[in-house]
């Protein structure tokens, strides 16, 4: 991410974005994320060799600690937070720079901490629960402004209807949280041409951590997205009937 500063303080980087690449990682719930999903995104990085990488949240799934009902088949705390560190390792050897934005699963023990009445200075740094280096900066949100363009806007979700937070806010937008939601749209008004990106996910849809889901008929989409030059293309991992990734990006 060279050149690629964020201000600790609002959030705000200032890069020229239309000039770049950006990947997106959508949602990958580790350690219930895809079987095939680091493989994906070792392609993903050889094909487009991005300047900038933004994981869109739920990077952890953390269901042992969710304020809903857990599974009492699937691994203790303990285990899934091993099962992390040893995923994000494996992630950071590929990506060693990346902005991972806050998000409802991934800020877990903090909203647990919150609701029990515990401050958050008891509690280790982001970069030290997921042993990664200082290359990951975890933030709640991310805007990037550049010259001569609409800022793009990155959250974990903030509604349903993504272009309509475009509209609100008056920039592009990119998020996760919806996994069933895999879409670009685009607005305009007299001054420019605004867009909205839905990412989709990278989870496992089989494992009981969304066993939740098994009854809808909308079912999670898995792939992501990428911004080439200040314009956004979602990437799909096609899956085989078996539920594996055929192994080549469209």
């Given at each position: 991410?060279?050149?690629?500063?964020?201000?600790?303080?609002?959030?705000?980087?200032?890069?020229?974005?239309?000039?770049?690449?950006?990947?997106?990682?959508?949602?990958?719930?580790?350690?219930?994320?895809?079987?095939?999903?680091?493989?994906?995104?070792?392609?993903?990085?050889?094909?487009?060799?991005?300047?900038?990488?933004?994981?869109?949240?739920?990077?952890?799934?953390?269901?042992?600690?969710?304020?809903?009902?857990?599974?009492?088949?699937?691994?203790?705390?303990?285990?899934?937070?091993?099962?992390?560190?040893?995923?994000?390792?494996?992630?950071?050897?590929?990506?060693?720079?990346?902005?991972?934005?806050?998000?409802?699963?991934?800020?877990?023990?903090?909203?647990?901490?919150?609701?029990?009445?515990?401050?958050?200075?008891?509690?280790?740094?982001?970069?030290?629960?997921?042993?990664?280096?200082?290359?990951?900066?975890?933030?709640?949100?991310?805007?990037?402004?550049?010259?001569g363009q609409?800022?793009?806007?990155?959250?974990?979700?903030?509604?349903?209807?993504?272009?309509?937070?475009?509209?609100?806010?008056?920039?592009?937008?990119?998020?996760?949280?919806?996994?069933?939601?895999?879409?670009?749209?685009?607005?305009?008004?007299?001054?420019?041409?605004?867009?909205?990106?839905?990412a989709g996910?990278?989870?496992?849809?089989?494992?009981?951590?969304?066993?939740?889901?098994?009854?809808?008929?909308?079912?999670?989409?898995?792939?992501?997205?990428?911004?080439?030059?200040?314009?956004?293309?979602?990437?799909?991992?096609?899956?085989?009937?078996?539920?594996?990734?055929?192994?080549?990006?469209?």
């Open positions: 991410m060279k050149k690629f500063k964020i201000d600790p303080a609002t959030h705000v980087a200032h890069w020229d974005y239309h000039k770049h690449t950006i990947l997106f990682i959508s949602d990958m719930h580790i350690p219930y994320q895809h079987p095939d999903s680091i493989r994906f995104l070792q392609a993903l990085k050889k094909k487009y060799n991005p300047d900038l990488v933004v994981s869109l949240g739920d990077m952890a799934d953390f269901h042992c600690i969710s304020f809903h009902d857990t599974n009492p088949d699937l691994d203790h705390a303990g285990m899934e937070l091993e099962r992390l560190q040893e995923h994000a390792r494996e992630i950071e050897k590929i990506f060693p720079n990346m902005v991972i934005i806050g998000s409802n699963h991934g800020d877990l023990h903090l909203r647990k901490a919150l609701a029990h009445g515990l401050p958050k200075a008891l509690f280790r740094p982001y970069n030290d629960i997921y042993t990664v280096g200082p290359g990951w900066i975890f933030v709640d949100d991310l805007t990037i402004k550049a010259v609409p800022d793009l806007y990155i959250s974990h979700g903030i509604k349903k209807n993504a272009l309509q937070v475009a509209q609100q806010r008056g920039q592009r937008f990119v998020c996760g949280h919806y996994h069933e939601d895999f879409e670009i749209k685009y607005c305009g008004n007299p001054n420019e041409l605004l867009w909205s990106m839905m996910c990278l989870i496992d849809k089989q494992s009981l951590a969304f066993e939740y889901n098994k009854l809808n008929l909308k079912r999670p989409v898995i792939g992501t997205g990428v911004c080439v030059e200040g314009y956004p293309r979602l990437i799909p991992m096609v899956l085989s009937a078996s539920g594996r990734w055929v192994g080549r990006l469209l």
